[in-house]
């Protein structure tokens, strides 16, 4: 069987298996854990399907396991005995009967299309027959770890920020958050540039750019930034700060006047 359709396959039971979980736990968030673990479980797939693993696979497999085992981690230690997340909070009030099957659609089956898109470039690489290295795997791997600099430091700067009672109901405004106001979005969207960027070493064909563009936009316009943000338009704080600061590519904060 093709490493494509077995991928497919092999996601598609992944995020049945994560609809029962949630459906016992009546709790639809869990989805963001399996986000991460989704794309380790395919990188190890695609790389022992592999007739011949090349240095580029193990990097981008270990690439994929570092972010994904990151992020999980994160995920579950943020999410550890909190309620379902107000965003699929909200989507379960507004489907109300139609929530069981809408949800399997439109957040597991949905996720799992994503993945695969996102995750193209991986089995790609993994299944590549070419093995030398060439200088366009040092700029990805460059751009990658500029990526995991963005988000693991933004998060931790974001988990620390919370922890202090003092600044609850507050905006993080500094470190990484003074010069964009997704640091850990931008981050994840710029590793998978990086990842790209490898893979193009690797001779993949350029329609696997759908991988970055896909990842950049939802973070953008779909389930990142705008769905965070609209939580935060009544705040007049975050009006302020959304007013000097960019939205998304790191820049230098507006002056006030």
Do not use: C
């Amino acid at each position: 069987m093709d490493v494509i359709v077995s991928s497919i396959l092999l996601v598609f039971l992944y995020y049945v298996l994560w609809f029962v979980i949630a459906l016992v736990l009546k709790n639809n968030s869990v989805v963001d854990i399996a986000w991460g673990l989704g794309f380790i479980m395919v990188a190890l797939f695609s790389l022992a399907y592999a007739e011949q693993i090349t240095f580029r696979a193990l990097l981008v497999t270990g690439l994929v396991l570092i972010w994904g085992g990151r992020l999980t981690f994160h995920i579950l230690k943020r999410n550890w005995g909190k309620p379902e997340d107000f965003r699929y909070a909200n989507w379960r009030q507004e489907w109300g009967k139609w929530v069981i099957p809408r949800a399997f659609l439109q957040i597991f089956v949905l996720q799992g299309v994503i993945l695969l898109l996102i995750a193209h470039p991986v089995i790609l690489i993994n299944t590549a027959a070419d093995s030398n290295l060439y200088i366009l795997d040092g700029i990805g791997l460059l751009i990658w770890v500029i990526g995991f600099i963005f988000e693991s430091v933004g998060d931790k700067q974001l988990a620390d920020f919370k922890k202090d009672r003092n600044n609850r109901g507050r905006i993080i405004k500094s470190g990484l958050w003074k010069y964009t106001r997704h640091p850990n979005y931008f981050g994840e969207a710029t590793m998978w540039w990086g990842i790209f960027v490898i893979g193009l070493a690797g001779g993949i064909p350029w329609y696997a750019i759908i991988s970055p563009l896909t990842i950049t936009y939802l973070l953008l316009f779909v389930s990142g930034v705008p769905m965070l943000e609209k939580k935060f338009e009544d705040s007049e704080e975050f009006q302020e700060y959304a007013r000097v600061t960019s939205k998304f590519f790191p820049w230098f904060p507006k002056t006030n006047r």
